[in-house]
Each structure stands twice: as C-alpha cells, then as structure tokens.
Nanobody, 126 residues
Framework: QVHLVESGGGLVQAGGSLRLSCAASGRAVSSYLMGWFRQAPGKEREFVGAVGWSGARVNYADSLEGRFTISRDNAKNTVDLQMNSLKPEDTAVYYC???????????????????WGQGTQVTVSS
C-alpha cells in the first residue's frame, strides 16, 4: 500500500509556471508506476502523464504540447510535475496516482490506478 500527498498548487497568471510535488510513503514505493491526472469542474478526470519505475520512461497527454514535465526521485519518494506556459484551461484539481504492475506500462486510464492523493488545486487566471 502507498499513501500519496500532493502539494504546490495555487493561483498563477496565464503564461506562468507551477511545480507540483507528490510525496509517497509506504512499502516499496519505487516499485509503483506513478501518474498525474487532473479534473476540472464538470469534466471527467483527465490523464496528464505517467512515469516508470526509474523515471527514465515518461508518457504525456498529447494535448499538453510539451508544456509539462514529470520527474521522479526514488531516494526522496517524490514525483514532481513541472508546468510551464500555463493556460486558463489548465485550471483543475491535480491528482497524483500510483499503480503496481509487473510490466512498465504507463497507463493513461484512471481506473488502472489503485492509490490516489487528495488533489491540489491549480487555478490559472487570464
């Protein structure tokens, strides 16, 4: 089992940057595949990106156009989401998630992730 806590959300102007962090605790955290998702009011939860066991493999949603970067530090048990060139449409609650799999499959499906953080609000003003 793994416990996830996100931090770093806030209010930022369009064009600005934010860095979210997900702190993980529990057994064998480095064995979990990690993902970031977001959910805007009235919308379904949306895939942002996922990272493999070592951090070498990363997958992003095409819609992000290369503005976001995920990094992982297994020594600190953290997974960060660097968000640049933010747009008002990036406004959402951002969630960190974890899944255990024998294969390093970076799934974009929320239903594939068993553990979730409480979320952190990101608001981008125009």
């Amino acid at each position: 089992q793994v416990h996830l806590v996100e931090s770093g959300g806030g209010l930022v102007q369009a064009g600005g940057s934010l860095r979210l962090s997900c702190a993980a605790s529990g057994r064998a955290v480095s064995s979990y595949l990690m993902g970031w998702f977001r959910q805007a009011p009235g919308k379904e939860r949306e895939f942002v990106g996922a990272v493999g066991w070592s951090g070498a493999r990363v997958n992003y949603a095409d819609s992000l156009e290369g503005r976001f970067t995920i990094s992982r530090d297994n020594a600190k048990n953290t997974v960060d989401l660097q968000m640049n060139s933010l747009k008002p449409e990036d406004t959402a609650v951002y969630y960190c998630a974890a899944r255990f799999s024998g294969r390093e499959q970076l799934s974009p499906e929320p239903s594939d992730y068993k553990y979730w953080g409480q979320g952190t609000q990101v608001t981008v003003s125009s």
